[in-house]
């Protein structure tokens, strides 16, 4: 087997596109890992969003028990029966 050296041109082309290509994993691990954060934050969020949903359900079972079926404006604090 023949051992041929190879020009200083191509050695920076290969090392370019080695470099490149290291870029290009490193970059990808970060947005990995920058979703994994985002799917984190939005579960909390859903959570959070089932529990305030919930707690609507509660406070106006509560109110309807207490007023009746009816309209509330939150702006003048009234409720309007129906």
């Not at 509560?62 to 129906?82: D, H, P, R, S, V």
Request: glycine share 4%.
């Amino acid at each position: 087997m023949e051992t041929v050296k190879l020009e200083q041109e191509e050695i920076q082309k290969l090392s370019q596109v080695q470099e490149k290509q290291q870029n290009f994993v490193v970059e990808l691990g970060k947005l990995e890992y920058d979703m994994t954060l985002l799917e984190l934050q939005k579960e909390k969020i859903q959570e959070a969003i089932e529990q305030a949903l919930q707690e609507s359900q509660v406070l106006a079972q509560e109110l309807e028990a207490k007023y009746g079926a009816g309209t509330i404006n939150i702006e003048k604090g009234e409720f309007y029966q129906q």
